[in-house]
């Protein structure tokens, strides 16, 4: 991994990354801690990003042999900070599972995959400060899901369990053959519960993702056990709704956040009093803008912080209300529960994608992001980059 050493005027921050613009001096700091075509996979996508009770910065990602889509050989990666971002170990596969894997016929019909090919998938962290531990969910495959656990800041892991049987709870509602967890990090409720948006789709139509329903998963005893939540809504009652996230309320309620493809563009919100059912109807946040890309939400203390690529230029002229350009991705941060957006800052004006939101027990707010790409579509992505900033950085102080 190439290494480049910055020295700042009033921190050395960076170390074990490729250190960018925007240091101490302009209220944010940013590495790139994955690169494009180095380490032997062409490049990294759908980041996800925790911070360990301890403080442990743990960012993993999607490493993708191939340039193309979401199917093919890919493996979930992690690199860790133990001093806020300072310097980052190297990276290493965290997940992996024994056996002959059976690849998902939905993507084979498609032509998506080539045969031997296994996609390991949508890794999601939920810090258990209470525990002292972090869970970890991952699908295979798009067709099998698993859960781990790590109780030492990410050094080792429990053995994987398939937990596959609580998606099939869905079958009665749903004849899914595609399933995905998140992605980015889940929820632990201040009463324990742990709480994972999903989505599933019958892999009829594009990339065998669509179209789509979203509920959530959620464990009471700390992972052991998993439940199916309510179906919170499907296609065609919102355009192929997908990738979701969860944050708790200052009433105990959650709140979920949902990337669709309705020509609203806004992103889609239901609230829910624990997580698992009773959601509202879904009503879309117009101060959120949304290009089609997965986004990030989360709780600092007594506000919420939200990241997407706040972006309304369509990729093409002639589809105007299709995709947006994956570009100018900003957080936003909101004092009573969601209900108003009004602090934003950009983290990275240009072309930037997925994101994923951590705060740490210090009180910094950490943004992995998928930045720069050759294409306006985001599929070859050239860094995954972790931005360092406060609130009072958001708020413009």
């Known amino acids: 991994m190439l290494r480049i050493f910055l020295l700042l005027s009033t921190a050395l921050w960076g170390c074990g990354g490729i250190p960018q613009d925007g240091g101490v001096a302009a209220g944010i700091e940013k590495v790139n801690i994955f690169e494009a075509e180095v380490g032997g996979y062409a490049h990294y996508r759908v980041p996800a990003i925790a911070v360990s009770p301890q403080g442990t910065v743990m960012a993993l990602a999607e ?114 053959k595609v399933i995905a967890t998140g992605p980015g990090h889940g929820l632990r409720h201040s009463n324990g519960r742990l709480i994972v948006p999903v989505w599933l789709s019958d892999g009829t139509a594009g990339h065998a993702h669509r179209p789509s329903i979203v509920s959530t998963i959620y464990s009471d005893d700390a992972g052991a056990t998993w439940r199916r939540g309510e179906v919170v809504v499907r296609h065609p009652e919102l355009k192929n709704p997908s990738e979701t996230l969860a944050v708790e309320l200052s009433d105990g309620s959650v709140m979920l956040n949902i990337r669709h493809e309705s020509p609203e563009h806004r992103r889609a919100v239901s609230i829910g009093p624990d997580g698992a059912a009773g959601w509202s109807e879904i009503r879309f946040d117009e101060a959120l803008v949304e290009p089609i890309c997965m986004g990030s939400l989360i709780r600092a203390g007594n506000v919420l912080l939200f990241a997407n690529p706040d972006s309304t230029e369509p990729r093409s002229a002639e589809n105007p209300l299709g995709s947006w350009k994956r570009q100018n991705v900003t957080v936003r941060l909101s004092e009573d529960d969601g209900k108003t957006w009004p602090h934003k800052r950009t983290i990275e004006p240009g072309v930037s994608g997925y994101s994923d939101l951590a705060v740490g027990p210090d009180g910094a707010a950490y943004c992995i992001y998928e930045n720069g790409t050759p294409t306006d579509r985001g599929t070859h992505v050239k860094y995954l980059t972790v931005a360092r900033f406060s609130l009072d950085w958001v708020r413009g102080r």
Not at 73 to 89: A, V
Not at 142 to 166: H, K, L, N, Q, W
Request: proline residues 4%; charged residues 30%; negative net charge.
């Open 63 to 176: 490493a993708r042999k191939n340039a193309g889509g979401d199917w093919g050989t890919q493996d979930i990666l992690m690199r860790r900070s133990r001093d806020g971002g300072k310097t980052w170990d190297e990276p290493r596969k965290i997940a992996h599972i024994d056996g002959e894997i059976e690849q998902n016929p939905a993507a084979l019909a498609q032509n998506l995959a080539q045969p031997g090919e296994v996609t390991y998938n949508n890794v999601v962290p939920i810090v258990d400060r209470d525990l002292g531990a972090v869970h970890f969910l991952f699908c295979v495959e798009y067709a099998r899901a698993y859960y781990m656990r790590s109780e030492d800041d990410g050094e080792t892991f429990s053995t994987p369990v398939d937990i596959t049987a609580v998606f099939e709870e869905f079958r009665s509602d749903y004849d899914w």
